[in-house]
C-alpha cells in the first residue's frame, strides 16, 4: 500500500548503544543473531542479503519448532512491545500480537485515540517514554519520517509496520513463502504488476541481494520512488540480477516465476478512485497474463484484494500462495522479533536461498 510519497534523502540513524543503520549492497556481513540484536528493522535496504536470510532462517525455524513440534518456546519472556498503529490493520495486528504473545511476551496495542504521533506529545518524547517501559516499537504510519525520529530519539529497536515508503515485513513473508514453495529464492524472476509503492520499494531493495530479477510494469504516472529506482539500479547492477521497467504487464510477466501485485487504492487515496481505476486497466492479472509466465508461475498479493488487482480463477487457484503468504506474516514478525531481542539461533538447518 502506498500513500503521499517523500523523497528518500534523509537522515540515516543511529542508535546509541545499538549498530547503526548501514546501507548494504551484495557483500558478506557479520552473521548470525549478534548481527541483527538491537538493530532497527525500518527498511531492508539497511541489512544485507545474508542477513536478510538470517530474518527468514529464524523464522523457518520457528515455525518448524512451533506448528510442526508442537514446542513452546517462551523466548521473549519479560519483554513487552509497543504497537502504534495510525493505520487500520488485520495481517500486521494480528500476527504482531498472537507472534509476540506465543512467544510469551506481552504486545500492546496503540491506536490514534491512545497515541497520536507529535499531537498530544511530541515524537520525540514518546520515544523516550516507550524506551523505558517496552523493549521493542512496531509502528504502522503515515509518514516514514516518523519511524525516523522514533529510531533517532528512542534507545530501543523500531520495526517498520509500513509506512508510506516501505513495508519490509511483508515482504520477508514473500521471500519465506516463496523458499517454501520453490525451495530456493536465487534466480527466481518477480513480476510486478501494479502501483509503484512501498510493497515494491521493498522488493527492490531486497531481492538483487537474494540473486532475484525484478520486472516491474505500473502505469504512466505511477512508478516508483525515483530515488529507489537510482538506488535499486546500481544494487541490481552490483548483485548482477536483472531490473526492468516497462509500461506493459504482459511484457514484464514474461518468463517470470512469480506475479506479485497489489491494491490499486490505499488507505488514504480513496479520492482518487475513480482515477486510479482507470489508469490501472488492462492491469488485473488473469490466466491470459500467466500464459506469458513461467511455466511454474505462482502468484502473491500482501492482501486485501480487490477483484479489479486479480481475478477469482488466478485468486483462488492452486498457483495463487496469498493464504499461506498471509500465515508467514505471523512467523516472519516472530523471526525479525527474535533476532532482533535475543541471542537465539535457529536448530534447523539453514534452508536453501
Not at 188 to 215: E, Q
Not at 282 to 309: D, V
Request: charged letters at 20%; proline letters at 4%.
Amino acid at each position: 500500500m502506498i500513500f503521499a510519497l517523500r523523497n528518500l534523502s534523509g537522515r540515516w540513524l543511529s542508535l546509541g548503544i545499538k549498530c547503526s543503520v548501514r546501507s548494504f549492497g551484495c557483500g558478506q556481513a557479520a552473521l548470525g543473531a549478534a548481527a541483527l540484536k538491537g538493530r532497527h528493522l525500518l527498511s531492508l535496504k539497511d541489512f544485507s542479503g545474508e542477513e536478510i536470510k538470517q530474518f527468514l532462517w529464524t523464522a523457518a525455524d520457528l515455525k518448524m519448532r512451533i506448528k510442526q513440534k508442537g514446542e513452546s518456546l517462551p523466548l521473549l519472556q519479560g519483554k513487552s512491545i509497543a504497537m502504534i498503529f495510525e493505520k487500520r490493520s488485520t495481517r500486521t495486528r494480528i500476527s504482531t500480537e498472537t507472534g509476540f504473545a506465543l512467544l510469551s511476551g506481552h504486545p500492546c496495542f496503540l491506536t490514534t485515540q491512545d497515541i497520536h504521533l507529535g499531537v498530544n506529545e511530541s515524537r520525540k518524547d514518546t520515544a523516550r517514554v516507550l524506551s523505558g517501559m517496552t523493549d521493542v516499537i512496531l509502528a504502522r504510519v503515515y509518514k516514514h519520517s516518523d519511524l525516523e525520529q522514533l529510531a533517532e530519539d528512542g534507545t530501543i529497536p523500531v520495526i517498520n509496520g509500513l509506512s508510506e515508503l516501505y513495508h519490509p515485513i511483508q515482504i520477508l513473508a514473500d521471500y519465506l513463502t516463496l523458499q517454501e514453495h520453490f525451495g530456493y529464492l536465487n534466480g527466481l524472476t518477480l513480476s510486478w504488476i501494479g502501483d509503484g509503492n512501498n510493497v515494491l520499494h521493498s522488493f527492490m531493495m531486497s531481492a538483487p541481494k537474494l540473486g532475484m530479477h525484478l520486472n516491474v510494469a505500473t502505469p504512466k504516472g505511477f512508478e516508483p520512488d525515483a530515488d529507489v529506482t537510482k538506488f535499486a539500479k546500481s544494487l541490481a547492477g552490483e548483485c548482477g540480477t536483472k531490473l526492468f521497467f516497462t509500461n506493459d504487464p504482459m511484457e514484464a510477466a514474461s518468463g517470470a516465476n512469480v506475479l506479485v501485485t497489489d491494491t490499486w487504492v490505499s488507505m488514504g487515496q480513496e479520492e482518487e478512485k475513480a482515477e486510479r481505476l482507470k489508469a490501472f486497466h488492462g492491469y488485473q492479472i488473469t490466466m491470459k497474463t500467466g500464459k506469458s509466465a513461467a511455466p511454474n508461475w505462482t502468484f502473491l498479493h500482501c492482501l486485501p484484494r480487490k477483484a479489479e488487482e486479480v481475478d477469482d480463477e488466478v485468486f483462488y487457484s492452486p498457483r495463487s500462495l496469498v493464504f499461506q503468504e498471509a500465515e508467514n506474516r505471523k512467523w516472519t514478525i516472530m523471526g525479525s522479533m527474535v533476532n532482533i531481542l535475543t541471542d537465539y539461533s535457529p536448530l534447523s538447518n539453514k534452508p536453501k536461498f
